[in-house]
Every structure is written in C-alpha cells, then in structure tokens.
C-alpha cells in the first residue's frame, strides 16, 4: 500500500483465497478477471497475500482437484501472449516451500521479512510510546530483551495496548516495566511458522 501510494498508482489487494472457487473454473477465472481489472488500471499493483493457497505446487492436485488449473492460469497471466505492461504484482505467503517451481520463477526478486531484532524491538517500543496517554515508568531495554520472537504488530497491539488497558482498568495514571512484561507473559509462545516471503 505504501509503495503504491509513492507511485501515485491504484492498489489492488487480494486474499487468494477469495480467488478460489467452489466449482471447475471458477479460480481460473476469477484469476483472469483480477488481471483484467488491473490492466484497466494499469499502471497499478496488485497484491496476492496468502498466495500459497492458488499457487501450491501442482504435486497437490491430488489433494485438491483445481490446483493445476488454477497455477496454469496465474501463469498465463504473469506471462502469458498478453502484455501486462504497467502491472506489478507483488505476492506474500508463509509458505514459500509450497509454491509451484514455474510460479516462483516468474517473479523478479523475493524478499524474506524476519522478525525485529533487539535494537528494532527497541526502538519500536519507544516510537509508540513518545506520545503515550499515561506516564511511562519501564524498562524498556528490558522489555525488549523479553520479546524476542515477536512481530512489531504484537509489540504494539499485543503488549503495548494491553498494559494501557489495564493501567486504566486499575484506574492507574502510569504504566511500568512490570505492566509490559505481563503482558508479553500472556501472549508469548513460541512460532512454528517461518518468517513471511514476499515476492516482487
């Protein structure tokens, strides 16, 4: 979104799985008609997330029956006899070791997104509470070293907001180290996914 938005360009974001359909074809062309849409757009981008569910490796049509029509028509669309000048599709999966051979070939350049390490989560934590409603009393160095594993999003959403909820709940006026690192407590487990692929 950001990119498109330096481009000056539409955007055009789509969870693949919305893509698949419940009977023969329909994945294929609702494929063909995302990318009809866009070259009416163009120059536009195009997001795929969770792009492993329409462009599994074709060794899964077993599993599901329309795996090689739908990964025949993305390919046709990437590169196919018609042109998609002005088209830049961008993809993002968690499953990257799914994905069809010719479908990752196609795409220029992938890029992997780890989660942040100590001085980002750092500095995260001190961005998000520069203009904080309560007082901050913590530890923040310490708190950063006690989310290892978690994503700028949790940092924010998940630790962050939650002391704020509860300092207010206790009808606290300040939020201190003890706050976050309870809150980290309620929400850390450890990740069994990999890290998130993008694919330009």
Excluded: W
Aim: glycine share 4%; net charge negative.
């Amino acid at each position: 979104k950001a990119l498109a938005h330096e481009a000056n360009v539409p955007f055009l974001s789509v969870k693949s799985t919305k893509l698949i359909g419940e009977h023969v074809g329909d994945g294929a062309r609702r494929i063909h008609e995302l990318f009809e849409r866009a070259r009416q757009l163009s120059p536009c981008i195009v997001f795929l997330d969770e792009f492993d569910s329409i462009a599994l490796d074709r060794s899964y049509q077993e599993l599901r029956g329309d795996v090689s029509e739908i990964v025949n028509a993305l390919l046709t669309e990437l590169d196919g006899i018609e042109r998609n000048e002005g088209i830049c599709t961008i993809a993002a999966t968690n499953r990257a070791d799914m994905l069809d051979t010719s479908i990752r070939s196609r795409f220029e350049e992938e890029i992997e997104f780890s989660m942040p390490d100590y001085e980002e989560r750092l500095e995260i934590l001190k961005r998000n509470l520069e203009d904080f409603p309560l007082k901050v009393s913590a530890k923040l160095e310490l708190v950063a070293r006690n989310t290892e594993g978690l994503s700028g999003r949790d940092l924010v959403e998940k630790v962050i907001k939650a002391a704020l909820h509860k300092a207010i709940a206790d009808g606290r006026e300040n939020i201190d180290t003890e706050d976050l690192l309870d809150a980290v407590t309620r929400i850390k487990k450890p990740s069994k996914q990999p890290p998130k692929q993008m694919f330009v």
